[in-house]
């Protein structure tokens, strides 16, 4: 009865630490202001909004949302690998999740560099400025994931994580899980909301 | 030559800790409320919109940006209360709470220079041309708000430091250093403030000034009420682990 309750409370308890959930959930709230924001933006102004729409080129988005959910898929396969305690996958997951990463940066730099040839800067209109805004704010998360990354990768190396010890990649994984889930709203409300 | 024995005076450590809720209060009520910072007039006011909104505050002012700038310097003093708190969880070697307490001090500059401008700007206004008061208005907040990056160090440093607390009942709770990251990662988008005078990303707008700022507010009032709570216990922890030393702490210098 004891070790069935002791399962069940293990079974419900938050991945990573509570201040990670702090973290996230702040910021969240912080980007879903600015959501807010843009909708309410959008709706002062939509003829505009509709038409800047139609200038981002969604097969960037769309692969950067493939790239994102692929990285996310990586960190699984590592957090389920330290739990079974096939130490010896964490590294190579990880290191597969941080190159998702690095690739996601090299796209959005092409999609920046092509709108700036392109004369569009976050100054051309107020479309444009959440545009560059929202995904630039972005693309730090994602920046600071790589780094995050990094170094569990380093001391997945060293094989620190297994099933009795893997709460720092539980917090790294649930970072890297809300700058993905952070994305999938995103590429829908820059680039696909009609 | 015989040994000394320097006391730790816990009492200057709490004095220094209050300095961080003396600091926000003062900046709330006199730069905020009473300057009329809350809202800030708006990055969109054009030159003779600004220099009519100093002529119409101008006496607030004035009072308000004075007493900022000798309040900016509480800022500094709780910064090395909350070094101290830092070095006895990293230990004499540790360098972290050194780049607090720099980003701390460091921080100081920018409020002191930005309130300086405004209230110089505050008693000229009747004698200068709008285009300069507009031009020291805009000054103030871009030395104000792209200064981050000191404060940012200050509170990196202290959500690092109290993560690291190897007590079973940690001096700082774990979500304030988490909070510090979410106001570090507010901070960043400030750096877009040059470029926009309205929407959320101008220094008056939702992000740069609402959140940018309360995130801020709010750990330096979470960090100052749980570090004066943290000196009490370190002073409990000296005084169980050795009640002679304790006692030497307390006060008694022994010179032999």
């Known amino acids: 009865m004891a070790t069935a309750a002791a399962r069940l409370q293990q079974a419900r308890r938050l991945p990573g630490v509570e201040g990670v959930w702090v973290f996230i959930a702040a910021d969240m709230a912080m980007f879903g202001l600015l959501f807010v924001s843009f909708m309410l933006e959008r709706q002062k102004n939509l003829a505009l909004f509709e038409h800047s729409r139609h200038t981002l080129d969604a097969n960037f988005g769309g692969i950067n949302t493939l790239i994102l959910l692929t990285s996310s898929w990586f960190v699984v396969l590592a957090v389920d690998a330290a739990k079974r305690n096939r130490v010896q996958r964490v590294a190579p997951c990880l290191a597969a999740a941080m190159i998702c990463g690095f690739a996601f940066t090299v796209s959005k730099a092409l999609e920046y560099a092509d709108k700036l040839r392109s004369g569009i800067s976050m100054l051309t209109n107020d479309f444009y400025m959440y545009y560059f805004a929202l995904t630039g704010i972005h693309l730090l998360h994602v920046a600071a994931g790589c780094v995050v990354l990094a170094v569990l990768w380093k001391r997945a190396r060293a094989g620190t994580y297994n099933s009795a010890q893997c709460v720092g990649l539980e917090c790294g994984a649930s970072y890297w899980h809300m700058v993905d889930l952070l994305w999938i709203l995103l590429f829908p409300l820059l680039y696909l909301l009609r | ?256």
């Open chain 2, 1 to 256: 030559m015989k040994p000394e024995t320097y006391s730790t005076d816990y009492t200057m450590w709490r004095l220094l800790a209050w300095c961080g809720p003396i600091f926000m209060t003062v900046f709330f009520f006199m730069w905020g409320v009473f300057a009329g910072n809350l809202p800030p007039a708006g990055a969109d006011l054009d030159a003779a919109q600004i220099t009519a909104h100093y002529l119409n505050n101008g006496m607030a002012i004035r009072i308000g940006m004075s007493v900022c700038m000798v309040g900016s310097a509480f800022y500094m003093a709780w910064g090395c209360a909350v070094s101290k708190v830092m070095r006895r969880i990293e230990g004499p070697d540790g360098i972290l709470s050194n780049l607090e307490m720099m980003g701390a001090t460091i921080t100081c500059a920018p409020l002191l220079v930005a309130c300086g401008i405004w209230l110089t700007a505050s008693i000229e206004a009747p004698q200068l041309p709008p285009a300069i008061i507009h031009m020291m208005y805009w000054l103030g907040w871009m030395i104000i708000d792209i200064a981050y990056m000191v404060t940012t160090f200050q509170i990196f440093a202290v959500g690092i430091v109290f993560l690291r607390d190897q007590r079973e009942k940690p001096l700082m709770p774990a979500w304030i250093s988490w909070w510090g990251f979410v106001t570090c990662a507010a901070f960043f988008p400030v750096s877009l403030i040059p470029f926009f005078k309205t929407g959320p990303f101008a220094f008056h707008g939702l992000f740069n000034f609402w959140i940018a700022f309360f995130t801020w507010y709010i750990w330096v009032t979470a960090v100052s009420f749980n570090i004066i709570r943290a000196i009490s216990r370190l002073q409990q922890e000296d005084g169980a682990a050795s009640p002679s030393a304790a006692q030497q702490r307390a006060g008694v210098l022994i010179t032999g």
